[in-house]
């Protein structure tokens, strides 16, 4: 069965603090994975994507990492802003002829003055 | 460009009764979803359609959900009779095509709470 767990559940971090978000997989046949950012009240816009072959992906101040031989990845916050408190969902996607979403629960994110 | 739009923002109804929700996809996009996201979870996939037709309703419960996509442009998902545990937030999504690389581009959703 694919799954996406995601780690930490929540955390509160202070404004220009660094952060990392963690996201273990188990997928097949991997097609590539996701960052989403979901703000309270909207829908969940994309970061990042990387395939097999793509070991970091970057957005602004957003860093992604994966490493498809463990099945985990990392989302890196530089010097959060109040702008960033929201949910990150980690989304892996199996292509069997059809693409098939995994989505972790999210972490959510609070950060304060 | 115009995003996913979707009606109506909330819903409150009472069990038993019946609810719609609408979703207007990006123009063009081939495929749309319809995601059920219960709070502090992530989205889980209903149905999947590509034009109007349905790729993937596996776990959708078909005794009291259902979905359209007529003329393979808008959608409509239906819950009858709604139970208290359908209280979630519905998402749409489409994208351009059924290419796992594609993004998905979401609404802003239906937040529905049964009573």
């Known amino acids: 069965k694919n799954q996406v767990e995601q780690s930490p559940q929540s955390l509160i971090i202070l404004e220009g603090k660094n952060c990392t978000l963690q996201?273990?997989?188990?997928?097949?046949?991997?097609?590539?994975l996701r960052w989403y950012k979901q703000d309270t009240g909207r829908g969940p816009v994309s970061l990042t994507i990387?395939?097999?072959?793509?070991n970091t992906k970057s957005n602004g101040r957003y860093t992604a990492t994966l490493d498809a031989d463990t099945k985990q990845s990392s989302l890196h916050i530089t010097a959060s802003q109040l702008s960033d408190s929201a949910s990150y969902i980690c989304?892996?996607?199996?292509?069997?002829?059809?693409?098939?979403?995994?989505f972790g629960k999210g972490n959510q994110v609070v950060v304060i003055p | 460009e115009a995003g996913v739009a979707q009606s109506p923002r909330y819903k409150i109804i009472e069990k038993r009764q019946s609810v719609a929700f609408w979703c207007n996809p990006i123009?063009?996009?081939?495929?749309l979803y319809w995601y059920q996201q219960i709070l502090g979870q992530g989205p889980k996939l209903l149905i999947q359609?590509?034009?109007?037709?349905?790729?993937?309703d596996s776990q959708l419960p078909k005794d009291r959900f259902s979905a359209e996509r007529l003329k393979g442009v808008d959608s409509t998902l239906k819950i009858q009779p709604a139970k208290l545990e359908d209280s979630a937030v519905y998402l749409c999504?489409?994208?351009?095509?059924?290419?796992?690389?594609?993004?998905?581009?979401f609404g802003p959703g239906t937040r529905l709470t049964v009573l």
């Open positions: 990387m395939t097999f072959s793509e």
């Open positions: 999504a489409s994208s351009p095509r059924l290419e796992g690389t594609d993004t998905q581009y």
């Open positions: 123009s063009g996009h081939a495929t």
């Open positions: 989304v892996v996607s199996a292509w069997d002829g059809n693409n098939r979403l995994a």
């Open positions: 359609f590509q034009n109007n037709g349905v790729v993937d």
């Open positions: 996201c273990n997989y188990t997928v097949s046949p991997f097609s590539n």
